[in-house]
């Protein structure tokens, strides 16, 4: 079993910062890639941010130069900074963390349970 645990989020104003974590747990072997979405409401969920086991990232270009996302190997965390918020950044943000559980073979991808995010103008 293997578990995903949101934390941060809230309520803040436009140009204003939040710190999203989240933390996996369980029967882990390795992680590769951890990650970001958001799903804005009456929109499609998208990517915000990846980020691999070797410190490889990649940024929707809505975020570029305003996120930072990063993580802690040790303790199977990743994390996001949001700086500069808009508006338009208020959705539910979930995390995902490709994991190989202990004892087996293939690579599943989980989910955390949804941080909502809102920005006011």
């Known amino acids: 079993q293997v578990q995903m645990a949101q934390s941060g989020g809230g309520l803040v104003q436009a140009g204003g910062s939040l710190r999203l974590s989240c933390a996996a747990s369980g029967s882990i072997s390795s992680i590769n890639d951890m990650g970001w979405y958001r799903q804005a409401p009456g929109k499609q969920r998208e990517l915000v941010a990846t980020i691999t086991s070797g410190g490889s990232i990649n940024y929707a270009d809505s975020v570029k130069g305003r996120f930072t996302i990063s993580r802690d190997n040790a303790k199977n965390t990743v994390y996001l900074q949001m700086n500069s918020l808009k508006p338009e950044d208020t959705a539910v943000y979930y995390c995902?963390?490709?994991?190989?559980?202990?004892?087996?073979?293939?690579?599943?991808?989980?989910w955390g349970q949804g941080t909502q995010v809102t920005v006011s103008s």
């Open positions: 995902t963390a490709d994991v190989r559980p202990r004892f087996q073979f293939a690579v599943r991808t989980y």
